[in-house]
């Protein structure tokens, strides 16, 4: 089975901290995704990474950065976190060629205070 | 404009019955469309996977699309309180790198 994981669980950061996001996965997928998801507004794509030290972004990249070293992990950078950033973070991971097939983690419920 | 909608619901149907998922999409050149599966408290899971216009049956899940409507279906027969969750459709534009969830709607099926 296709395993993702998410360092964290639950993170209760303050406002202005940098907050660092790791997700690992053991199914040697190119393609990784971090999103967050926001009661009412979905599932929305904050970055993408489709290869090792490749990233695009996608609909919501402002206020965050990623980073990918190595093919299995794939980090997510608060820069200085804001009380807006409280949210679920999902952490997810495709093969080639399979964007749509997508791997979840358990994600990571991040509270900014 | 939204790239994908879906009706939040929430949609209750007695156990046994057939529940309806629709969602639809903006004018764009599609390439594949997903149903994803998610539990309260859970993370998203995938249970189809469509590509071309028509039917396609996994056990009591069949997905339904349709490019010149632009919309695609899910529909659960015989439903259980187990299918009870959200329902999330995602759309990949042909460009291959955008990727889009709709909002989800919610099933519950009633005992």
């Known amino acids: 089975d296709v395993k993702v994981t998410q360092s964290s669980r639950y993170l209760v950061k303050r406002t202005g901290e940098k907050v660092f996001l790791e997700c690992v996965q053991d199914m040697d997928h190119e393609n990784m995704f971090w999103y967050r998801q926001d009661p009412g507004l979905g599932l929305r794509l904050i970055y993408f990474?489709?290869?090792?030290?490749?990233?695009e972004k996608g609909d919501i990249p402002e206020g965050y950065s990623v980073s990918r070293e190595k093919k299995e992990r794939f980090s997510l950078i608060l820069e200085s976190a804001s009380t807006n950033q409280t949210s679920m973070y999902l952490c997810?991971?495709?093969?080639?060629?399979?964007?749509?097939?997508?791997?979840f983690g358990a994600g990571t419920r991040l509270s900014v205070l | 404009q939204k790239e994908v909608e879906q009706n939040s619901g929430p949609l209750s149907v007695p156990e046994g019955a057939i529940a309806s998922l629709n969602c639809t999409y903006s004018?764009?050149?599609?390439?594949?469309f997903f149903w994803y599966r998610q539990y309260s408290g859970k993370s998203p899971e995938l249970i189809m996977s469509i590509y071309s216009n028509g039917d396609k049956e996994d056990g009591r899940f069949t997905a339904q699309l349709n490019k010149a409507s632009q919309y695609v279906s899910l529909l659960i027969r015989d439903s259980q309180p187990s299918d009870s969750a959200t329902y999330l459709c995602?759309?990949?534009?042909?460009?291959?790198?955008?990727?889009?969830f709709g909002t989800g709607t919610s099933l519950t099926v009633i005992p």
């Open positions: 004018d764009r050149v599609s390439q594949s």
């Open positions: 990474s489709y290869d090792v030290k490749m990233k």
């Open positions: 995602a759309v990949i534009w042909s460009t291959g790198n955008q990727f889009y």
């Open positions: 997810a991971s495709s093969g080639t060629g399979y964007v749509g097939i997508q791997y």
